[in-house]
């Protein structure tokens, strides 16, 4: 007497007709199965009813068909997120430099590290912004610095080459 192992489960893909054990089949999620399904015979397996490899060429179908509008969303979320945290840096900065009365701006700003805290080299306000940094870490990086107009961070730190003076300046220095 020989004993057949027993086969494992197996359902058919409503896609290709091809009787896949269930393993090649993708579960469903607990709120998509609740939501969309009743069939008492589907929700016993709890499996989708593609197979993964008929499903996975759907997805690469629907996409294909649709790229341009994925396209659009993401730039229209990328371009939201850049709105926002230029605002936020915007509500953050002060209205006028912390040594003299001239006004800041984003574009013209410029940041001195309070004593004893280390900063991002070289990140500006609105580059964290542009970078994608998240709110609550550029909101932690501003509040360890100083702001100030561009010719008083000069005065501070005798930095010279984010603004270098006009080649007749050096001309009549060097004369």
């Known amino acids: 007497m020989t004993v057949t192992p027993p086969q494992p489960p197996t359902k058919t893909c409503s896609a ?20 969309r399904f009743t069939d008492p015979a589907t929700l016993a397996n709890g499996r989708q009813d593609y197979c993964r490899e008929c499903q996975n060429r759907v997805n690469r179908e629907h996409y294909q068909a649709n790229k341009g509008a994925y396209f ?3 730039h ?14 915007q509500r953050l900065l002060p209205e006028r430099c912390a040594t003299c009365p001239s006004p ?6 410029r940041r001195l590290p309070k004593p004893g805290c280390t900063l991002h080299r070289d990140a500006s306000p609105k580059w964290m912004a542009g970078q994608g940094w998240a709110e609550e870490r550029i909101w932690d990086e501003m509040e360890m610095c100083t702001f100030v107009c561009p010719t008083c961070f000069r005065r501070a730190t005798g930095d010279r080459t984010r603004t270098p003076p006009p080649a007749n300046r050096i001309a009549k220095a060097q004369a």
């Open 16 to 35: 290709c007709k091809h009787d896949k054990p269930l393993h090649q089949f993708n579960e469903y999620t607990k709120g998509y199965r609740r939501v």
């Open 104 to 109: 800041i701006t984003i574009n013209k700003v």
């Open 72 to 74: 659009a969303k993401a």
């Open 76 to 89: 229209d979320n990328r371009t939201a997120g850049l709105q926002t945290r230029l605002a936020l840096v």
